[in-house]
Each structure stands twice: as C-alpha cells, then as structure tokens.
C-alpha cells in the first residue's frame, strides 16, 4: 500500500482528457535597462548640424576687396598720365618736380627719350595705356569667365611693365635726371602687374569654352 502511494505521488497530472498536463516555462522578467517587446525605443541619435560649405571662388576672379584695389591704382595711374599729357603740351612744368638736380620732370619730359620714333610722346602713349588698363581692371572685367579677357590683361601689365623697364634704364643712363610723377606711375604698373600675375597663379585662368 505505500509503495502504491509513492508511486501516485511520482506520476505527472493528467489533464481532464487523460493526457499529462504540460507545464509552461516561466517567463523571462524584463530588465530594468531593456525595452519590452512591442515598445519602441525612443532614439537616443541628436541631429548633427549642417555644415554649410563656402562658395568656391572662380577660377580668374580674385576676392573683389583686390578688384576694388586694382580698379583704384589703376585710376591713379590714369590721373598722373592725364596730368603730364596736360604739363607736355603746357610748358613741361609740374608741380613740385622742376630741380635743377637729378630730380628734374622738365628736362626728363622734353628730352629725346619722351618721344617715341620722334613722332609719339611717351605721355601719350601712358595716358592710352590707362585708359585702356581702368578698363581691364573694374571688377566687372575681373569677373567675366572670357579666356580672352584675362590674357590680354596679363600680356598688356607685362608690356607695360617691360615698357616702364626702358623709361627708367633711359631716365638713369640716357638723361641722367628722374621725374617723380613718372615714378610714381612706374610704381602704380610694378604693383598691378604683380597683382595681374599673383592672380592667374592662384585663381588661375578660365578655360576656352570649346564649340559644341
């Protein structure tokens, strides 16, 4: 009779259909630190701002703070060679350059050397190429994306500037005197042509636009 109870207590319950019964595994607890299932996590991900990239600058145009600088030197330029093209044809006299030492604009403006081929005065020829410089160095003429504009800029500032080589190799060897307002223009071209030649080495030159 014992051993018959021992055995009834060892055998596993059967359901109402006579099957044994099936027990279910014990769920799992979530964690404090995990999500339960069916939940959303919210997201932790912030929202980076967006850098803003800066606008590339052009090939050919410089920054216009040095348009701005060339269009005034290149007005200065023109003001000075305005100013001895009047003095030629009105008595060679400038002002504050009429010594009789090395400084000396009259014997510089009336010599043999402000005449080219004996026809053209040189200060003509300045006043020409300024007019025509002012007009290649507005911020506007800066800015086209013409080839052609930017070589004859910089193929003009080096004609200029080999030009203003000759007048003063001509006004220390050939006059022996020097005049200060020719100075001060090959001074305005020496600083130009430097700015010309800086910029097509950095911004460099537009390409020829080919046909379609």
């Known amino acids: 009779m014992a ?33 339960q299932s069916g939940q959303a996590q919210p997201s932790r991900a912030r929202r980076q701002p967006v850098e803003v990239a800066p ?10 703070w040095l348009q701005i600088v060339t269009l005034v030197l290149a007005l200065g330029g023109l003001g000075v060679s305005i ?9 060679s006299h ?31 020829l ?4 300024y007019v025509f410089v002012v007009a290649i160095m507005t911020p506007w003429a800066w800015r086209m994306q013409r080839r052609e504009v930017h070589l004859v800029r910089l193929a003009s500032m080096t004609a200029g500037m080999g ?11 050939q006059i022996g005197s020097w005049c200060l307002y020719c100075t001060i223009v090959h001074i305005i071209t020496f600083l130009l042509f430097c700015i010309t030649v800086v910029s097509a080495a950095i911004w460099g030159i537009p390409a020829s636009k080919k046909a379609p």
């Open 163 to 173: 030009f203003v080589m000759y007048l003063i190799y001509a006004e220390l060897y």
């Open 55 to 64: 606008e590339p600058i052009r090939p050919g145009a410089p920054p216009p």
């Open 126 to 129: 300045g006043l020409a190429f």
């Open 94 to 124: 400038l002002f504050a350059c009429n010594g009789n030492g090395s400084e000396n604009c009259t014997a510089v403006i009336t010599s043999p050397q402000s005449m080219v081929f004996g026809v053209i005065p040189v200060a003509i």
């Open 3 to 35: 051993s018959s109870k021992t055995r009834s207590r060892n055998r596993p319950a059967r359901s109402s259909t006579g099957s044994p019964a099936r027990t279910s595994p014990p769920k799992a607890q979530a964690q404090p630190g995990q999500a």
């Open 83 to 91: 100013y001895e093209t009047w003095a030629h044809y009105n008595g």
